[in-house]
Each structure stands twice: as C-alpha cells, then as structure tokens.
C-alpha cells in the first residue's frame, strides 16, 4: 500500500514556478517522502473570473490532502478581486498562522544576532471577520468578534508547538486593559491553560508595551501568542528585524488541512530571470515537512541550506561582496542546497526538530454551558436634533420608556447622561442604556421597546443585549458610568 502523504500544490505566480521547482528539487534531494497534486490558483483564476482566485472544481483536491504548499501568487489590481489567502484560511478553518522569525547573523546583516522567535496569530477572528458598518452620518463600526473556542484553541496550539519545539516560554499579548471582554477573554484563557503546562514559563504583556520591546530586545521573546491584528503587525516588525523577510516561511495549522507557504509575494519585477531567492518557500516546505513527522528530513534541509548559507553561496537579494562567496541564481542555489545534504553549519546552531511532530487535533476546544440571562439591552441612535444635548434627548428617551428605566446615555463610551459634562464632545451616534424597571425582561419586551421608541420618532440603528453569564457581567460600563 502506498503510504506516501500527497500534498496539494500550488505553483504560483511571477517567480512562484522557479522557485517551486528549486524547492521540489532540494525535497527531492534530501529524500521527502512526500507526492504531490498540483492545482491552478491566483492570477489565471482571477482572471478568468473567479472573484477569490480559485474555481469551485478546485477545492476538492486541497480539501482531499491534509498539506498544502502554495507558492506566492499575484492578485490583479482593481477589479474587487479578494484575497485568495484570507479566503482559504477562513474556508479550511487554518486557526492558526505561525511565523518563525530569525537571525542569521553575521550571514545576513542583523542587529539582534541572538533574535530566534516564533509568532502564533490567531487566523480567523477578531476585526479580520470583516463586519463593518456605516451607522450615521458621522460613524462607523467594525465588529471584533472574540471567541472562547478560539482562544481555547490558538492558545493550547502556543503551548503544544513550544513543548514540540523544544521552546522554554510562552508570551500572550493582548490589550486586555482597555477591551476586557474582548482581549479579556484571551488574556483569561491563557492564564487557564498556562497552568496545564508547568514546565513552560509564560507571562502576559500590553501589547504596546510589548511590541515596543520586541523591536528593541527580540532576543528576550520565545513564542509569542496573540490577537489576529497584533499578530499581523508583530510577525511583519519581527520578519523586518531578524533582516531575513525574504527568507522567511510561513504556516496555516487547521486541524483538517494545512498550509505552508513563503512570506513573501509574488515578485512580479523579477519574474523568469533565474534571480529569486527559493529560501522563503523553502522554509515553508521544511515546516510542513516537521508538521507531516518528517522530522529527520526538515532537519537535514534545514542544515544544508543553513551550510550554503555560511559558506557565501547567495542569491542576488541576500549577496554582498564584502561576505559573500558566490553569487548564484535561483537554479544554481537549489544545486548548492541540495549537494550538501548531510552537512551541518559550522557557526549558525543546527536546526534541531526532535519531537517537533505535533497532533493538531489535541487542541481541540471544551464545550461550556449555557447560563446567561437578559438583563436590559444597549439602543443605539442616530440623533442630532437641536443642540444635540443630551438632557433633551435622556427626557424624551425617559418619557417613551414607559415601563423602562433608562440608565445612561453614552456618546462614543462616555458617559453624557445623566450628569455629563459640558465639554465631552458628541457626535449623532448614542448608546442608550435601558433597564426593565422591575422583574424580568424578555425579548418581546425590548421588540415593545424598539415599537414605543419608533412610535416617539426616535431613529433606532441597533441595539445589543446586556447579558449576565453566572455572576459575571457580559458587557461594559460607560466610561464616567
Ligand atoms: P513581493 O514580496 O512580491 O516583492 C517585494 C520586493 O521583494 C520586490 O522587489 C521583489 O522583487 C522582492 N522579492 C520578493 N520575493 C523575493 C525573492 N524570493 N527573491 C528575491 N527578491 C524577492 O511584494 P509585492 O511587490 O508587494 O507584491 C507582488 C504581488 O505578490 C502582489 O500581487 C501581491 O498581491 C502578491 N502577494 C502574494 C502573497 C502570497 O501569495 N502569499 C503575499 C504577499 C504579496
């Protein structure tokens, strides 16, 4: 029976063939047991009218095999062509990106040559859920959306590929002094599964704070754990600073699938001129081979492509002729890479992948129960009568809430009403907080409130409902409340 794991693949666009080839080359030369299907994604696709870059004929095969290792494609400009990345990530459930960042100094030029980090971003959620609104004149909105089984799941995935990795600490970062819900909730998760892994150090860091020390001292970061927007902004400050961007892979961990792929694009301006440096893709390929257990065999790519690199044999992009040895192209450094397998670097550390096999499926989420209960409900309204003072708008709001206590009025959080102060800036967006006057409330209960408020002439554009789950409080106070 064959027993060789077949992969989905995806050649790309601009350089995406030249290099692909160059890394199936050194695969196939450090003896991957790995087969391959290739598929037809990006800019042909885009063109041909597929908005998202792929044919729906086509996701069978990357639904088939668990791996996929895509070369960068080129998305057309204008035409409101979407990402086909963010599109394959959300489709396959890819919860996961992780990006190692690291120095290769004094190979290539770096100011941090003990900088050896790995970020782990939540893939899925958070503002990248893309539900936006206008709702008046004046605001906007985006929904971050912030789950408990994503943050369960992300978080024990951080753990899990730091214990595999043989990594000592585990770094969270977040913004949960100021978003306690939302970041809150990963904040809170962390620290619960942190207790799992006692032999593993970990700690919790604002995020501004944090990513200020990560660009000055990267050295003192391990794994990093974080938010889908902190983690696109740190892995690219962190991809920056290692002085290796061009060099660096990336990996999308879904349970069912997941796939591998450089960080950088397409390279369009330097397409077909044997010139493009492989190492990024290839970096992606030795991750996914360390994913599929093929752990013997990453490291051996991994330390003779770390000797080629020692020994000044450069593409274009990485050659400087004060270090550099040879400069060669795309062709030439696959070659180099592959006629040194079984060889170790002599001053860069060895790359080391024992044990690095990790089962994805053990970070599954666990279920919880149900407790909540309506307390009152937050009405938004686009109001801006008169002087917009917000003790004519709190009088009408009271007169219309009938058998409703109205607890605040807040314009952008802060508190306006009751007591507000005269200098608060308001803008014709308000956040009305009611309350039932007595008893138990229930969803028919706010529809009456919404038909009362219609009734009075007031312009209601959405309205969220204030829950208690146990005996903790399921949303905010308004600043001032
Ligand atoms: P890019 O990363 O393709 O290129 C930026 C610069 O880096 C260019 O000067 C390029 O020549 C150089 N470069 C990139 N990779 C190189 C390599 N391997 N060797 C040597 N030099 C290299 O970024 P861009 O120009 O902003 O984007 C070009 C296209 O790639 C766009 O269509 C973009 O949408 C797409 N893109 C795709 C992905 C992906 O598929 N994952 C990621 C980023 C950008």
Known sequence: MNTTPTATLARGDGIGPEITDAVLEILDAAGADIQFDEIQIGESQFLAGHKSGISPDTWPTIRKNPIFLKAPITTPLGGGYKSLNVTIRKTLNLFANVRPSKSYSPFVPCAFPEMNLVIVRENEEDLYAGIEHQQTEEVTQVLKLITRPGCERIVRYAFEYARAHGRERVTCMTKN??????????????????????????????????????????????????LNLYGDILSDIASQISGSVGLAGSANVGEHVSMFEAVHGSAPDIAGEDIANPSGLLAGAVQMLAHLGQLEVAERIENAWLSTL?????????FDASRS???????????????????????????????????????AHAPRKNDKVLEGVDVFLDWSDGDRAPNDLGSGLVAAGDAWKLKMITNRGVKVWPNGMPETFCTDHWRCRFLPSSGEVTNADIVDLLGRLGAAGFDVIKTENLYRFGDRRGYSLGQGE
Not at 191 to 218: F, M, T
Not at 310 to 318: K, L, P, S
Not at 327 to 344: D, P, Q, W, Y
């Open 310 to 318: 020692e020994q000044g044999i450069h593409t274009a992009d990485v």
């Open 177 to 226: 002094n100021i978003m306690k819900h939302t970041d809150g909730l990963f904040s809170q998760v962390f620290q619960e599964i942190a207790q799992e892994y006692p032999d593993l150090g970990s700690d919790h860091q604002i995020i501004d704070i944090g990513s200020a020390r990560l660009a000055a001292s990267p050295q003192d970061f391990d794994v990093i754990v974080t």
């Open 325 to 363: 040895a040879e400069r060669v192209g795309t062709k030439g450094f696959a070659k180099a890479v592959s006629e040194r397998m079984g060889e170790r670097p002599g001053t860069l550390a060895p790359a080391s992948y024992e044990g690095a096999k990790l089962d994805v499926s053990s970070v």
